[in-house]
């Protein structure tokens, strides 16, 4: 398994940006597919971002953040970014870096390593 460790999460006032990183361990990065998650406060785990394997040509976002956040990947530096622009306080969570052996992260399933969370809290 690949060790993943997240960081960038804060405190942002709506509107505002951050930047996620996930530092990935071991020689195997640009094979794995990649995604972001998400978990509030009494809810369940969603999905948020995934990329593919290899250059990442491949993105994927649901629907809440499409045109928001933007996953991008760098391989010689084994690390997965999430840029995210125009906050909303709906986006407080916790932000779960994820990797998976197949070709395309689908659904939690498909998860096999998960980093262990960066806060980000949005105020209004």
């Known amino acids: 398994q690949v060790q993943l460790v997240e960081s960038g999460g804060g405190l942002v006032q709506a509107g505002g940006s951050l930047r996620l990183s996930c530092a990935a361990s071991g020689r195997t990065f640009s094979s794995k597919a990649m995604g972001w998650f998400r978990q509030a406060p009494g809810k369940e785990r969603e999905f948020v971002a995934r990329i593919s394997a290899g250059s990442g040509s491949s993105t994927f976002y649901t629907d809440s953040v499409k045109g928001r956040f933007t996953i991008s990947r760098d391989n010689a530096k084994n690390t997965v970014y999430l840029q995210m622009n125009s906050l909303k306080p709906e986006d407080t969570a916790v932000y779960y870096c994820?990797?998976?052996?197949?070709?395309?992260?689908?659904?939690?399933?498909?998860?096999?390593?998960w980093g262990q969370g960066t806060q980000v809290t949005v105020s209004s």
């Open positions: 994820a990797a998976s052996t197949a070709s395309y992260i689908l659904h939690i399933g498909t998860v096999n390593s």
